[in-house]
């Protein structure tokens, strides 16, 4: 006993130093997950405005269906251009809604902050020996 404490000193100084490390991971952890937070609503951002294009060009698209449908009884190449701009109209909005569907369905919430919490349940239940250095 070269440092002068006592058993409860060290007792102690122990505690203290595994609140300061609870504390320095509750921080990290705390900060992931503001990171991830920002991540999921700038993706939620993009995934409304492409939402919102999809709907855009869907409208577009019918009208242009319904003028098709209103001059198909008319004269001959008239039909041509007004099918191709439907079809092209209705074929991107088909595409940015199978793009929105994309982006919606792919799992992202929170997934390094549970990562992280599963790997330091791990280390506790070890017992901390394969902690990796910071």
């Known amino acids: 006993m070269s440092d002068g404490q006592g058993p409860a000193g060290r007792l102690f100084a122990a505690a203290k130093q595994l609140l300061k490390s609870l504390v320095g991971i509750g921080e990290t952890r705390l900060r992931l997950l503001v990171l991830e937070l920002e991540e999921e609503r700038a993706r939620l951002v993009s995934l409304l405005l492409v939402i919102g294009l999809c709907l855009i060009l869907l409208l577009l ?12 009884f008319w004269d001959s190449h008239r039909l041509l251009a007004l099918v191709a701009c439907s079809l092209a109209l209705l074929g991107a909005g088909l595409g940015c809604g199978l793009w929105a569907r994309r982006l919606a369905r792919r799992p992202s919430l ?10 330091d349940r791990e280390l506790l239940e070890s017992g901390g020996d394969a902690h990796e250095p910071r």
């Open 61 to 72: 698209g019918l009208v242009v269906l319904v003028l098709l449908v209103v001059v198909v």
């Open 110 to 119: 929170l997934k390094g902050t549970l990562r992280h919490l599963a790997t």
